[in-house]
C-alpha cells in the first residue's frame, strides 16, 4: 500500500442531507481519503439478510467526489456502538466459536459482495475487525485453556514443575491474566491469550482474502503490548497499525508516543496509525487545540509512519471536538493545523524511512508483563535515549535480530546467547548496568553520593558505578573529581579526589566487541559511547527537549515544549531552527 492520509467519517451517524458539505469540508482540508467503519449490527435486518442502501449511497458520492475508500467492516468495530458492532444473535458467542465464526463469514461475505466491484478503483484498503481482543471480561478467561496446555506440556507432570503447582490434570488449571509475581503462569497465560487473538486475525483476515484479491488488509491494535502479539498480527496483515490516543500535547513529553511508534515501525512493513485520535468521546474532559495536532503529525513522521487516519475527522453523535462538525462546519482553530499536517504528510510521503545509528533491544516478555502490572517498563536506558534527540531502531530479541552496528541492552533478555552470536559476527554490544549470562560481573560497586566521576570515556557520573578488580580487554577507567565547593568538605573530598574505579571494559569477541559501561545510563554517556565506537546519529539534537529524524534530505523535528530556538547536528555540520511551542518543523538539508 503506498502512504495513506484518510480521515473518519461515521455516514451512518451523519445526516443524509449533509453528507454532501462534510466530505466538501474534508477536502478543505487536504483529506483525500475518506474511512469508515461498516457496522454489522446496523445493517442486519434478519439473520443473512441485509440492507446496503446507505452504505452504496454514501459510497457512490464519495466516489463522485474524487475520494478513495478506506474500510472497516468489523466484524466489530466498537465505537460506541451497540453491542460493539454485531448483532444481538451473536453477542453470547466468543470469537473462536463456531457459531460466531459462521456468523461473522457470512457478513463478510455479504459487505464484500457490495465492496468487491469498488476494489482498486474506490476501495484502497480493507480493515479486518478492529482491535481485536478475546474478550476476556465478557466470555470469561478460560476459552479452551486446557487444551492450549494440552499442547504447550507433554504432560501435566511437566506443568507442574513449570508452575511448581500439582493439579491432576490440565482442566484443573485456570488462565492468570495478572502476574501477581507468578511469572511463569502469567506468562504461559498470557501466551494463550494472545494465541487466541491471533487465531481469531488470522480467521477474519483469511475470509476477507477470499474476496481482496490485491487489496491491502489492514489488521489493528491498540498502542500497549499486554492484549496482542503485535509481532505476530503484523505477520497476518499487508499493513499494521496501532491506535493511540495522546494526552493533551503529550503532556509535554513526545517520548512515550515515540516509543509506541517506535515499536511498530519494528515490526510492521507498512506502519500506520490506523485511529489517530481527533477529538475525543463525550464527557472527557480534556481540550486538544491545534498545537496537538501539529505535534502528532510531527512525531508521527519522525518515527516513520506510512501514514494515518484521522478518528475522527467529523463529529458525531457521542464524539466531540473534531476538525469538522456533522454540518460540514470546519473549526477554525483547528482547520490550519489539520491543513499543515496535511501538508507536512505529503512532503514526505516519497521519503526513506528514518536513519539510524544504533538499535537498542526489546523483550516482548518484559514489556507485556511490566505493561499488564501497570509499569511503566522503563529501563533507565529508554530516559537516556529519549534525551539525546535522536532517532534509534529497535531490535526483537526473541526474533529475526538482524545485523546492528551497535545494539544497546535493555530490560530482560530470555536468550542472551543469540546477542553474544551477534558480537562474534561484528556487533557492538554495549551495557551500562544492565548485564546478560556471559557478561563477567563487577567485583563490587563504589559509594552513592556525594560523587562526581569522570569515566575514560569523556562523560561524568553521579550514581554508583561498577568496580572491577581484573577485567577482560581495554578497562574502561572513572576517576573521582571535585563534588563541592563546601569548605566544610574539603578535607575529606581531599581524601576522594583522584581515586579510581575500573568500571567496565570493551572487550573484542570474534569479528565485534563486548563493551560493559559500568554506569547508569545518562544523555551524555550515551552520546559518547556513540562516539568513541564510530556511531553519531545521523541528526541529533543539540537543544535538550528537542527530538530530530533524518529522512533522506529532509530532517524532521518534534518540539513538546516551549517555543525555542534548536541547534541541530547533521554530521559535522549544526543547523539552527526556530520551532513553535509543541509542534515541530521540517527542513530540508
Known amino acids: 500500500m503506498s ?35 461498516v ?29 478513495t ?21 451473536v453477542v453470547g458467542f466468543a470469537k473462536h466459536t463456531p457459531e460466531f465464526r459462521a456468523a461473522a463469514s457470512e457478513w463478510i461475505a455479504a459487505v464484500m459482495r457490495v465492496l468487491q466491484p469498488r476494489l482498486g478503483r474506490l476501495v484502497i484498503a480493507v480493515q479486518a475487525d478492529n482491535e481485536i481482543d478475546p474478550m476476556p471480561h465478557f466470555h470469561g478467561e478460560d476459552q479452551g485453556f486446557a487444551a492450549w496446555l494440552a499442547r504447550r506440556f507433554a504432560s501435566v507432570a511437566e506443568l507442574n514443575r513449570a508452575w511448581g503447582t500439582s493439579y491432576r490434570g490440565f482442566d484443573e488449571a485456570l488462565p492468570t491474566l495478572y502476574p501477581f509475581r507468578e511469572d511463569a503462569r502469567y506468562r504461559d497465560s498470557q501466551q494463550y491469550r494472545f494465541d487466541l ?20 488488509i489492514v489488521l489493528n491494535t491498540w498502542p500497549y503490548v499486554n492484549a496482542q502479539n503485535w509481532r505476530d498480527l503484523a505477520e497476518l496483515a499487508d499493513v499494521y497499525g496501532i491506535d493511540p490516543y495522546p494526552d493533551a500535547e503529550c503532556n509535554g513529553d513526545a517520548s512515550e508516543l515515540l516509543e509506541q511508534l517506535r515499536t511498530l515501525r519494528m515490526v510492521a512493513r507498512e506502519p500506520f496509525v490506523a ?69 507536512a504528510f505529503e512532503r514526505l510521503e516519497h521519503a526513506p524511512a528514518p536513519e539510524t545509528s544504533f538499535a537498542v533491544t526489546w523483550s516482548w516478555r518484559w514489556q507485556q ?13 529508554f530516559a537516556a535515549l529519549a534525551a539525546c534527540g535522536c532517532e534509534w531502531d529497535l531490535v526483537d530479541v526473541e526474533s529475526e535480530l538482524g545485523a546492528p552496528r551497535v545494539l544497546f541492552i535493555a530490560g530482560e533478555i530470555d536468550d542472551p546467547r543469540r546477542l553474544l552470536d551477534l558480537v562474534e559476527r561484528g556487533c557492538t554490544l554495549v551495557c551500562f548496568q544492565t548485564l546478560i549470562d556471559g557478561v563477567p560481573r563487577p567485583d563490587g560497586t563504589s559509594h552513592h553520593a556525594p560523587d562526581a566521576l569522570e569515566s575514560s570515556l569523556g562523560f561524568v557520573t553521579r550514581r554508583p558505578v561498577f568496580a572491577y578488580r581484573r577485567v577482560p580487554g581495554e578497562p574502561i577507567v572513572a576517576v573521582q573529581r571535585a563534588w563541592t565547593d563546601d569548605a566544610d568538605q574539603r578535607l575529606h573530598q581531599a581524601l576522594a579526589v583522584g581515586r579510581e574505579y575500573v568500571t567496565g571494559f570493551v572487550e573484542p569477541r570474534g569479528a565485534g566487541r563486548l563493551v560493559v559501561v559500568g ?11 556513540l562516539a568513541r565506537f564510530g556511531a553519531m546519529p545521523p541528526a541529533w539534537s543539540v537543544t535538550a527537549g528537542v527530538h530530530v529524524a533524518k529522512r533522506g534530505d529532509e530532517l524532521v523535528l518534534v518540539n513538546a515544549g516551549a517555543a525555542c530556538t534548536a541547534r541541530i547536528r547533521v554530521g559535522e555540520r549544526e543547523l539552527v531552527v526556530d520551532l513553535p511551542r509543541s509542534g515541530g518543523a521540517i527542513s530540508t538539508l
Request: proline share 7%; net charge negative.
Open 3 to 37: 502512504a495513506m492520509l484518510s480521515g473518519e467519517i461515521h455516514y451512518w451517524r451523519v445526516a443524509r442531507e449533509h453528507w454532501s458539505a462534510v466530505l466538501d469540508a474534508a477536502r478543505s482540508l487536504g483529506v483525500r481519503t475518506i474511512a469508515s467503519y
Open 39 to 67: 457496522p454489522w449490527e446496523h445493517h442486519e435486518r434478519a439473520p443473512g439478510v441485509h440492507d446496503f442502501e446507505e452504505l452504496t449511497a454514501f459510497l457512490a458520492l464519495v466516489e463522485s467526489k474524487g475520494f
Open 69 to 89: 475508500f478506506f474500510a472497516r467492516p468489523g466484524p466489530f468495530i466498537y465505537a460506541e456502538w451497540k453491542n460493539l458492532g454485531v448483532p444481538d444473535r
Open 197 to 216: 487473538a491471533t487465531d481469531y486475525a488470522r480467521f477474519v483476515v483469511g475470509e476477507y482474502r477470499k474476496h481482496c484479491d490485491a487489496t491491502p
Open 275 to 343: 485511529e489517530f485520535g481527533a477529538g475525543v468521546w463525550r464527557g472527557a474532559k480534556c481540550d486538544y487545540g491545534p498545537d496537538h495536532y501539529r505535534l502528532l503529525a510531527h512525531a508521527a513522521l519522525a518515527a516513520g509512519v506510512r501514514g494515518w487516519n484521522w478518528y475522527m475527522l467529523v463529529e458525531r453523535d457521542n464524539w466531540q471536538g473534531s476538525p469538522i462538525n456533522e454540518r460540514g462546519d470546519v473549526d477554525p482553530r483547528l482547520g490550519p493545523a489539520f491543513r499543515d499536517a496535511v501538508s
Open 369 to 381: 508483563t511490566a505493561a499488564t502490572r501497570r509499569e511503566r517498563p522503563r529501563d533507565p536506558l
Open 519 to 529: 554506569c547508569e545510563p545518562s544523555r551524555e554517556a550515551v552520546l559518547a559511547v
